[in-house]
Nanobody, 124 residues
């Protein structure tokens, strides 16, 4: 079993930046794709970004492309999400997820392990 714990959320003004981290424990993560999803109040959870096991492949949602960057450090068992040029519509609970895959899945149902999430609030 893999446990995932997110950190780094908070409140920021529009145009600001935040860096989220997700630390993994309890199992192998170097063979797993790691992803970030978010869920705003009253909305379904949606895909944000994913990175393959060796960092060689990344996929982003159109709404965050060129503003967010996903990266990973397998030695530290951690995945990061650098968020720049934040907008009020980025406000959500951000969760990381993991799945053993050679690809970068974008659907919630394709991931096996989930963290509890961290709140990101962007004020206008």
């Amino acid at each position: 079993q893999v446990q995932l714990v997110e950190s780094g959320g908070g409140m920021v003004q529009a145009g600001g930046s935040l860096r989220l981290s997700c630390a993994a424990s309890g199992g192998t993560v170097s063979d797993k794709t790691l992803g970030w999803f978010r869920q705003a109040p009253g909305k379904e959870r949606e895909f944000v970004a994913a990175i393959s096991w060796n960092g060689g492949l990344t996929t982003y949602a159109y709404s965050v492309k060129d503003r967010f960057t996903i990266s990973r450090d397998n030695a530290r068992r951690t995945v990061y999400l650098q968020m720049n040029s934040l907008k009020p519509e980025d406000t959500a609970v951000y969760s990381c997820a993991a799945v053993r895959s050679w690809k970068t899945p974008t659907k919630v149902s394709e991931y096996d392990y989930w963290g509890q999430g961290t709140q990101v609030t962007v004020s206008s």
